[in-house]
């Protein structure tokens, strides 16, 4: 892993709340708590379910439960000087996406790299603009931390996620690699973007 931008973790700590009515009205982007990570947990698995379907094995997708990953999420959110986890909040307080964020894994990539770890909106709040209200607060926290450049990545078979976020001026880089399901191979593509000012287009997660 390389080393995070120095103080880019004291700074990620101080997450505020505040709204992203320019992509989803009345929804707040804010610091994921303990109490948030059943919710946290039900989007994660309820959207591999969905968004992976005939990509990954069904088996493997069947076997993923929502309590023992929500035990998951509480061990990450309690670690000591972990990632960033955002939620995004409707009016009515419901729990309807989620993002993980810190500095880039990859040892190979461009110094001064953020990587986005996991980012998803409950398959009942897709197409509603709440994963474009969640990326565009990541990529501008990550900014201010003093990120130069922001990574992800993404199953090669998935065109839907991966018009997401080129339309969120992501590109591929070229790189691929592959992880293990139940047997199978699943092949992943690498995204890059400078986190610069650019013009971000609000297409509400089509």
């Excluded at 061990?75 to 960033?84: C, H, K, Q, R």
């Amino acid at each position: 892993m390389l080393s995070p931008v120095p103080g880019a973790y004291a700074r990620m700590a101080r997450v505020t709340p505040r709204p992203s009515s320019a992509y989803a009205p009345g929804t707040r982007i804010r610091a994921m708590t303990l109490d948030d990570c059943a919710a946290v947990a039900e989007i994660r698995v309820r959207g591999w379910q969905r968004a992976y379907a005939g990509m990954i094995p069904q088996a493997h997708l069947d076997a993923m439960d929502t309590a023992r990953d929500a035990e998951h999420r509480r061990a990450y959110l309690m670690a000591e000087d972990g990632p960033v986890n955002l939620v995004a909040e409707a009016p009515d307080t419901t729990v309807t996406g989620w993002a993980c964020y810190g500095p880039c894994r990859e040892g190979s990539t461009r110094p001064e790299s953020a990587e986005l770890y996991a980012l998803y909106a409950h398959p009942d709040h897709i197409g509603t603009g709440t994963g474009r209200a969640l990326l565009a607060e990541v990529t501008a926290r990550a900014r201010t931390q003093g990120f130069a450049w922001m990574t992800l990545w993404v199953l090669k078979e998935n065109r839907r996620a991966r018009r997401f976020y080129e339309r969120a001026d992501f590109r591929p880089d070229g790189t691929e690699e592959t992880f293990e399901a139940d047997g199978a191979m699943i092949p992943e593509l690498r995204y890059t973007r400078p986190l610069k000012a650019v013009r971000m287009a609000c297409y509400c997660c089509r």
